[in-house]
């Protein structure tokens, strides 16, 4: 039978025990606050743990936990017991964790450091992509294709992982909540183009997040809010080209660049297709 131990009861934890339980595993569950664990036990058919200590250490253990929390649980589970233990964080930044990742796996533990591309709206994990960050051992994969039998998973260092969350992450949320607090001020809009669904669509995302993520790591760490000025004085630049008429030609370059790097078409497509909205 699938076995697995999960520290966090929040929205990811949730996704995991859910699924999890839909395929027959038997759920351990512990999470600092203790009615939730026990409302995600009741409705996954799992048990409620409360102390690290209780933890059993025969059992992979999955850690859906905030950023800042998630190295001190790492450090002691790794400095108290015997090696061996089988552990997955997802963390969706990597920086802050890496150095507890890699002094559990030098105390002989296994130690898979991933974060699922998608978030706990997803029904299972079918064409969904999550990042393995610095592979260490065939053992990691095992216990990835545990918890995310059908996922793709994509290879990257701690780096180059961070490097692209600081902009399809927390840039996008930045975007999405500014996006959110203009859009409050106004009233009711009667009519509902495709463009403004999808703006909808970014900003539901953004706002759905739970309270600790905006002031966790994503959202407050220095790269961030250098990455959040620049697009403020982006904005303002902008705002001077639509104001004397010379918008156009620079959106022209702007296109050719990323049309190199994306399929622009297929996205403009895919927002499109089968709507009779303009």
């Known amino acids: 039978m699938l076995r697995f131990t999960i520290i966090g009861c929040g929205q990811m934890g949730s996704w995991f025990a859910e699924n999890l339980a839909r395929r027959g595993a038997d759920i351990l569950l512990l999470d600092r606050n203790s009615r939730r664990a026990s409302l995600l036990a009741k409705r996954t058919g799992g048990e409620v743990l409360n102390s690290l200590r209780k933890i059993p250490r025969d059992r992979p253990l999955l850690l859906a936990l905030p950023i800042r929390e998630i190295g001190g649980v790492l450090e002691q589970l790794t400095n108290h017991g015997r ?14 964790v890496i150095e507890s990742v890699r002094y559990a796996r030098r105390k002989g533990h296994i130690v898979a450091s991933i ?4 978030g706990p709206g997803q029904k299972n994990d079918e064409n969904t992509v999550t990042v393995h960050v610095e592979r260490a051992s065939r053992a990691e994969d095992t216990l990835i294709r545990m918890l ?6 994509r290879r990257m260092s701690w780096m180059e992982h961070d490097r692209a969350m600081l902009v399809a992450l927390s840039l996008t949320h930045f975007i999405g909540v ?3 607090h203009l859009l409050s001020m106004h ?6 183009t ?12 953004a706002i759905s997040e739970p309270n600790d993520f905006y002031t966790d790591y994503p959202m407050t760490h220095i790269q961030a809010i250098r990455l959040f000025k620049k697009y403020s004085e982006s904005a303002s630049k902008w705002l001077k080209m639509f104001k004397n008429a010379r918008a156009a030609s620079r959106i022209m370059k ?3 660049t990323l049309q190199a790097r994306y399929n622009l078409d297929a996205a403009y497509k895919r927002v499109y297709s089968n709507s009779s909205n303009c």
């Not at 090696?83 to 802050?96: A, D, H, N, Q, Y």
């Open 83 to 96: 090696p061996g233990l089988r552990i997955v964080e997802i963390s969706s930044f990597k920086k802050p």
């Open 115 to 118: 974060h699922p591309l998608f």
């Open 148 to 153: 995310l039998p059908k996922s793709e998973i």
């Open 178 to 180: 500014s996006a959110a």
């Open 187 to 192: 009233g009711a809009i009667p009519v509902k």
């Open 194 to 205: 495709r463009s403004l669904n999808s703006l909808l669509s970014l900003i539901s995302i």
């Open 254 to 256: 702007i296109r050719k």
